[in-house]
């Protein structure tokens, strides 16, 4: 396949400044006339062709300023269509026939549930018609949209309605203009018979903005959440940076079809269903946040990614990583900060680390792409995020603040590149981040190894800390990097330590820069050996190598200020023990856990002056994919399972009676509330559960839970304890069957019970899955079903996935060849799940690069799948 490389872009010769667009809808043979006004740029070539992309497409006429062209003047085939001799100025009208019922790609024009909808980010408006399909291409849109008037009676598109009315033989029509130009990527069209949830937002100008959340009929009752969430976003844009909504109406539509989580079309945000339906009934905690970051996350793309928008696809973090640092601040100052951000920096290394690790690493802002489907990925989104978190660390919340005003002020109707973005904050600050800018441009995670010494005669306390970048696919020699380290010394109360000066490093607001290989940083006026806490608030996504002594790591486990260092102190004490644990396990010997560990654990879960969300963070043990990519080779999921759940055990028994008389007291008491504060006292009564569930009455005390619960949150608890920690009991096997009986016929809470079911420990689960594939509520067209069973399967069940004899692995490359061939993008996403392959141990080292071969050798594979196979294999 094609690569496309950063250095090569140029501008087209071409601008398209109107777009008019008509839409005759029917669900084999839509026809859609585009009208474009098109004019060669100043400067570009006389004899230079148009070429416009096209994807699929059968093109039915055409014309320029009226007139019909003849076959010789240009060439059309389904991917491109080329005008030899185009005027310096003209108005081309192309008509193009498409058949959205039939389109289960998922992008374009296609049908969910009977509704007409689109998605065209990246490169999914060429397969709706002919176009400069490229996001510094921006244009102003007309949009008629005509259907059957029982089809389709809410028609929706870009901007502000304009006019609407009736057609002949029961059709109608509706016109919608957008006056911001945008790139093709931001079009939305949608059509259908759905609900209507409306409000309205009055702007900081005091502008009226009309509200609309649209539904499958019958679920108007499930938006308030999402259209809550919407407001409070509206506003905290205004208050946090400065940003107002800029349109007469802000509409949003669920559907159930959907290869992401949403889209941020301007004016027309178009979602998944699962991250816009939410009751207590139906939706867990979980689920409720997600709602919010994600509607949250689509608004603020209407400053960052709508109206500044990316040059060209390598730019994409400058919109997704700028916008999920706004998502991540509005989602900590919605609840609770500390929380948030633990919650986050577990995500990211969940997702991202091994991404980073592994065969698939690429920078924040890649150079080459072969399939830009395939960098929507945690790099680009979450790491992209953390660097610009590290921008605002550097140069403190005010100057971050006047640089971002900058940025809007300087390139508002702008396609942007990621230097326009360093820039501004250069030019605020007057500081140099050229070596700032390799977190951009360098992929792999730093790592800092650092020691330290404490002389008392000369009263002097040392830090030596050295950098290293390791290497990633075809870069491997790595430039040293500017790392803000924000840390603490620590006294024996607790308190912070007071030093005289400091030497060997730029030290600045408690963040150490970090910029050559090595540092030795001296502080002076230190009387005793304070211990230190490094890399608070995860000021930088790296990882630590300190030589540090346990019982520092359990006093700052107890004592740190910061939330996120102290948090940090005690899951690194759990990986500890957990990795040795797997050592004792491989050596054939039975792991023991220190006293002090599990009494720790005791301690924090009833720690009242702690909040109960972050006890209950404090208390779910890294998972076993994280305690795999921390061992980082020969990777023995059976050892590491047992090894988690020995400590699981060990903790429950330790605090049996602490544990029964919290969860006890924790039992929910007023009217059921999604606030922060109530989830967190259900998180943490329900990983209680999950820990005395181990001990004696356990199967007893989760059936009742269960049976007991009020709220999805309880229940989905209670259903996971049951079905992974007691499968095949009667208690677990009842609790499934009244879950399906309950939920069976709607597909977003079914989606649960596959996921519950699909990550069931243990060899037998492959059948399970298998077996589940067959039942009525799965769909392979349905991504989020697919998502839930497979992607569930394959990303969160080590013991099953990674079976000794390959089995997980064989039902997974068939499976995502059969995806594939109705969806590449979700086939292609799913397939990333074999990423980190060659860190297994020899056995299933092997039998996972059989299952990417057979993948690799499927016929007739699709550009994004094959992209992904092949750079895991290289
Ligand atoms: N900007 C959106 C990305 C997206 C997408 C990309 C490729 C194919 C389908 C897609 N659906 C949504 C989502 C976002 O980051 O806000
Ligand atoms: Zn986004």
């Given amino acids: 396949g094609q690569v496309f490389k950063l250095e090569d872009y140029r501008p087209n010769d071409f601008s398209i400044p109107q777009t008019g667009l008509t839409f005759r809808l029917s669900p084999d043979a839509t026809r859609v006339t585009a009208v474009l006004t098109i004019e060669r740029r100043d400067g570009a070539a006389a004899s230079a062709p148009l070429v416009l992309d096209g994807d699929g497409l059968v093109l039915k006429r055409i014309a320029v300023d009226g007139r019909e062209l003849a076959p010789a003047e240009y060439l059309a085939t389904p991917d491109q269509l080329t005008i030899l001799k185009p005027p310096a100025r003209f108005e081309l009208l192309l008509e193009t026939e498409i058949a959205p019922a039939s389109n289960e790609a998922l992008m374009g024009l296609y049908r969910s549930s009977n509704v007409y909808c689109t998605q065209c980010e990246a490169e999914g408006f060429r397969r709706i018609t002919y176009f400069l399909d490229r996001p510094d291409i921006l244009s102003v849109y007309t949009v008629r949209i005509e259907a059957q008037l029982d089809e389709a009676p809410l028609l929706l598109s870009n901007g502000n309605p304009v006019e609407s009315g009736a057609l002949a033989e029961g059709w109608h029509y509706a016109v919608w203009h957008d006056p911001f130009p945008k790139p093709s990527y931001l079009f939305a069209l949608v059509a259908g018979n759905l609900g209507q949830v409306a409000d309205s937002f ?458 029964t008389k919290l969860y006890g007291r924790l039992a929910e008491d007023g009217p059921f509330s999604p606030d922060a504060a109530s989830a967190g006292r259900r998180a943490l009564r329900n990983i209680l559960l999950d820990y005395l569930s181990l001990l004696p009455g356990g199967v007893e005390l989760a059936a009742r839970h269960f049976e007991t619960a009020t709220n999805m949150t309880d229940r989905a608890a209670a259903l996971t304890v049951l079905a992974h920690r007691h499968d095949g009991s009667p208690e677990a096997i009842k609790a499934l069957a009244g879950f399906e009986a309950r939920y069976g016929a709607d597909p977003l809470v079914m989606g649960k019970w596959f996921q519950i079911q699909a990550s069931v420990p243990g060899p037998k689960t492959v059948e399970t899955v298998r077996a589940l594939t067959g039942h009525a509520a799965f769909s392979m067209a349905n991504p989020n079903r697919v998502r839930s069973l497979i992607g569930t399967f394959s990303s969160a069940n080590q013991t099953s996935f990674h079976r000794a004899d390959g089995e997980g692995y064989r039902f997974f490359a068939q499976t995502v060849l059969e995806v594939e061939k109705r969806n590449p993008q979700v086939a292609a996403r799913l397939a990333t799940a074999l990423r980190s392959w060659r860190s297994l141990e020899p056995g299933r080292q092997a039998k996972a690069r059989e299952a990417l071969l057979a993948i690799a050798n499927g016929e007739n594979l699709s550009a994004d799948l094959r992209d992904i196979v092949e750079r895991t294999l290289a």
């Fill in 202 to 659: 009055v702007t900081m100008s005091g502008r009226e903005v009309e509200l609309g959340i649209y539904v499958e009929p019958g679920k108007e009752g499930l938006a308030g959440h999402a259209m809550d969430a919407l407001k409070r976003s509206m506003q905290w844009d205004e208050q946090a940076f400065g940003r107002e909504y800029d349109l007469d109406v802000f509409n949003i539509v669920a559907v159930s079809d959907f290869n992401m989580g949403a889209m941020e079309n301007k004016g027309l945000n178009i979602f998944n269903d699962k991250y816009v339906l939410a009751d207590r009934e139906t939706a867990t905690d979980a689920d409720f946040a997600n709602i919010e970051a994600i509607i949250a996350h689509e608004y603020f793309h209407n400053w960052t990614g709508n109206r500044i928008t990316c040059r060209d696809w390598f730019q994409l973090c400058l919109k997704e990583g700028l916008t999920v640092f706004r998502d991540h601040e509005f989602s900590a100052d919605q609840r609770s900060r500390a929380v948030k951000r633990i919650a986050e920096v577990r995500t990211l290394r969940a997702h991202q680390f091994p991404e980073d690790q592994g065969p698939l690493a690429h920078p924040v802002r890649p150079r080459r792409y072969r399939e830009i489907n395939n960098f929507y990925t945690a790099t680009v989104y979450e790491k992209g995020s953390e660097v610009v978190r590290m921008i605002r660390t550097i140069l403190g919340s005010q100057t971050f603040r006047a640089g971002m005003d900058l940025y809007f002020e300087r390139h508002d109707g702008e396609a942007a590149t990621i230097e326009d973005f360093l820039k501004v904050f250069e030019d605020v600050s007057g500081r140099d981040l050229s070596q700032f800018a390799l977190w951009y441009h360098q992929a792999g995670t730093p790592n800092l190894t650092v020691s330290s010494t404490h002389n008392p005669v000369t009263r002097e306390f040392t830090l030596e800390i050295e950098q290293s970048v390791p290497p990633t696919p075809s870069e491997s020699r790595k430039r040293l990097m500017h790392i803000p380290l924000a840390f603490g010394l620590v006294g024996a109360g607790g308190e912070p330590v007071a030093y005289g000066g400091v030497e060997g490093a730029t030290v600045e607001d408690g963040v150490i820069h970090i910029r050559k290989r090595r540092h030795l940083v001296r502080f002076s006026g230190v009387d005793e050996r304070p211990a230190v806490s490094l890399n608070r608030g995860f000021s930088a996504p790296i990882t630590l190598s300190v030589e540090q002594k346990a019982d520092d790591q359990f006093f700052l486990a107890g004592h740190d200020s910061d939330a996120f260092a102290r948090w940090q102190a005690f899951n690194t004490l759990l990986t500890d023990a957990l990795i040795a644990a797997f050592r004792q396990i491989l050596g054939g010997a039975k792991p023991v856990f220190s006293a002090r560990l599990t009494g720790l654990a005791g301690k924090i879960a009833g720690d009242e002056t702690l909040e109960p969300a972050y006890r209950a963070l404090a208390l779910a043990l890294p998972g076993e994919a994280d305690i795999a990519r921390d061992i980082g080779r020969n990777i023995d999921p059976d050892a590491i399972f047992t090894a988690r759940e020995a400590l699981v055990l060990a903790i429950a028994r330790a605090n049996q009676d602490a544990f």
